[in-house]
Nanobody
Framework: QVQLMESGGGLVQAGGSLRLSCAAS????????MGWYRQAPGKQRELVAG???????NYADAAKGRFTITRDNTKNTVYLQMNSLKPENTAVYYC??????????????????WGQGSLVTVSS
């Protein structure tokens, strides 16, 4: 079994910063891509940023220049640094990991795992 534990969400004033963290735990063989998605009220879930095992990143247009995604492979953890926050950034942010987990001593299986979601509220 594998879990993604998110932390760092909360209430922040417009113009402020917030840093989200997501740590994967369990019988993990490897983690390829990790990413952050958001879901605002009444809207579909959408990609904010993604990062590969080797450190290649991609961002939604709205996130470029203000948000930075990083990862620490020694801790199986991905971060999202959010600066210059705006009220429109208010959403539930979900961590995602494309990984493989151990099913036995000599076998592993792919899994697309999601965190429970973390609410980010930006006040004006």
């Amino acid at each position: 079994q594998v879990q993604l534990m998110e932390s760092g969400g909360g209430l922040v004033q417009a113009g402020g910063s917030l840093r989200l963290s997501c740590a994967a735990s369990g019988s993990i063989f490897s983690i390829n891509r990790m990413g952050w998605y958001r879901q605002a009220p009444g809207k579909q879930r959408e990609l904010v940023a993604g990062i590969t095992r080797g450190g290649s990143t991609n961002y939604a247009d709205a996130a470029k220049g203000r948000f930075t995604i990083t990862r620490d492979n020694t801790k199986n953890t991905v971060y999202l640094q959010m600066n210059s926050l705006k009220p429109e950034n208010t959403a539930v942010y979900y961590c995602n990991a494309d990984l493989e987990y151990y099913t036995g001593t000599n076998s592993h299986k792919p899994l697309d795992e999601w965190g429970q979601g973390s609410l980010v509220t930006v006040s004006s």
